[in-house]
């Protein structure tokens, strides 16, 4: 059973001192985004953004995972065919970037074509801002050397909300 929430994953690139990310063109919308679906049963959104990149892409389970900060929230109504009843109405989209070491990637059947992307150009194309959020925080931790501090981030925004 699909559980209520979202992931999304942006795969990036170092190379020669540069940062480029992939955007995957989705099959059913003419669309630019990451990877992107949801959770399966008790599947926790680490577990289910590597099953999805695995899916959509082969990338390796063993790849390096940065989880975000940036979390968004979603209408059910983006969510193809997939209801939870009428009091569920948005539901969190959980963001995450993996580093990958080569620029292969062979797509699944849910996108038509992927491109790398400096920042830039991938801003450009993506549409909905949980997108162009999530790849903005990731950029900056990346160009910052940034990666570990999201958790911190989490951590200090939930204790000043509660």
Not at 10 to 38: N, S, T
Not at 46 to 59: F, H, P, Q, S, T
Not at 61 to 84: H, R
Request: one cysteine or more; hydrophobic letters at 40%.
């Amino acid at each position: 059973m699909r559980t209520p929430y979202q992931i999304l994953l942006f795969p990036y690139m170092k190379k020669d001192d540069q940062i480029h990310y992939a955007l995957f063109k989705r099959e059913d919308m003419d669309v630019w985004q990451g990877i992107a679906g949801g959770g399966e049963g008790d599947e926790k959104p680490i577990d289910a953004v590597k099953r999805e990149a695995l899916e959509e892409g082969e990338i390796p389970l063993d790849s390096n995972y940065i989880k975000l900060a940036s979390i968004a929230t979603i209408p059910v109504t983006n969510i193809c065919g997939f209801k939870w009843g009428n009091d569920i109405a948005v539901i969190p989209e959980f963001s995450f970037g993996v580093e990958l070491k080569s620029t292969k990637i062979n797509i699944g059947h849910e996108h038509t074509e992927f491109q790398w992307l400096s920042f830039e150009e991938a801003m450009k194309k993506l549409k909905w801002d949980s997108n162009k959020t999530a790849l903005w925080e990731l950029n900056y931790r990346l160009a910052n050397k940034k990666e570990e501090s999201a958790k911190n981030n989490i951590h200090i925004i939930m204790k000043n909300i509660q």
